[in-house]
């Protein structure tokens, strides 16, 4: 079995030698100088699996900090993604968290050259606050999100959907947002056709040799369902990654928005759905271990109704997105399950398919009978 600190390149480095990368790579800056001091060194185990995460202090003759530096993994790692474009996360960060009201951590740095740490890195504040877990979920029994009351929970929601609106509302003209076009991005196609022909093309490159007939079906059924009505919908800065699991909070109000992976451009609904998608994921987790879960927190049609007061956008074609967002999930689960086993922590399914944790939703999404079920 592999040894955890074999899976990040950046676990294979001592603290000492952390300490002195980042004390040589930040006294070479202008803005800092030789009198740099690093201290408190932290790697966390804490939510996502699709980066490197540093945590330092530094100190220096005019000022100091607590910063998070965000890093490419390394290839050997059993990465999520098949590229990792910090730069391009680096510009969406800035141009939202300069133009909106959306709480984005200020990047301080960009470093595109591997030689400091061994890969590509950017350096942002770091804010101090509570994140709703993964690992245990955060729908399950003892968790802060679960033991706070229905009012604290509703704030949270409700400032939550605030900061998707905002997101969505960044004034930008066409030229400044254009690197954020999805890879699938061809003339004449909507931006909504461009993120699906991508999605297809991470599929294939997730699944190699091998199929996962729920995906399929799911592909096939999104395909004869087209959202014509979203799809000639506004285009608008999508997260990617909207969830309150990428959100920190303080007294339940939203003070970090981080994990930028996936920005994308698309219809507000691409991030609505996954929203609301990857809270049903977890607590359908918690509902199997027989746990109460949190069945009328991020209510599909409450964040709709929220939305719509908020911004003046009515959601359409809500359940082909909420499909999507499923379909897309489990194309994401394929490889993140898939580290234990490409790591030896566990063997291989006997069936490939379940690497596909809620591949039984998607087939429920499918047939129309997941939301009907949801009823306790």
Sequence with gaps: ????????????????????????????????GADVRVDHVDRPETNGVSSETLLFDASWSSGEGRFVARMRPDPA???????????????????????????????HWYEPDETAL??????????????????????????????????????????SVDVLAAIHGVEASAEERAFLASPGDEPGRSALRAHFEAEKAYYDWVRGDLRYPVLDRAFAWLEDHWPVDAEAGP????????RIGNMMYRDFQPVAV????????????????????LHRFLDDIAVQFEMPGLPDFLDRDEVAHQYAESTGHEPRDFDWFLTYAALRHGTVMIRATGRSVHFGENPPPEDHEELVMHRRTIDALVAGTYWRSLKR
């Design 77 to 107: 790692a059993f990465p999520i993604f098949p590229t990792y474009d910090l730069e391009r996360q680096v510009r969406v960060m800035r141009l939202v968290g300069e133009r909106t009201a959306a709480p984005v951590p200020q990047v």
């Design 258 to 277: 981080f994990d930028w992976e996936m920005a994308t451009l698309g219809p507000r609904e691409l991030d609505l759905s996954w929203f609301v998608f």
């Design 235 to 242: 285009t608008v800065v999508s997260w990617g990654d909207a």
């Design 1 to 32: 079995m592999a040894d955890d600190n074999e899976y990040l390149g950046l676990s294979r480095r001592d603290d000492d030698e952390l300490r002195a990368r980042l004390t040589e790579w930040l006294a070479q800056r202008p803005e800092i």
């Design 118 to 159: 061994g890969a590509p890195f950017f350096v942002m504040d770091r804010v101090e606050g509570e994140v709703p877990p993964d690992v245990m979920p955060y729908p399950f029994d003892g968790s802060w999100v679960v033991e706070a009351t229905p009012q604290q929970r509703a704030h949270l929601q409700a400032t």
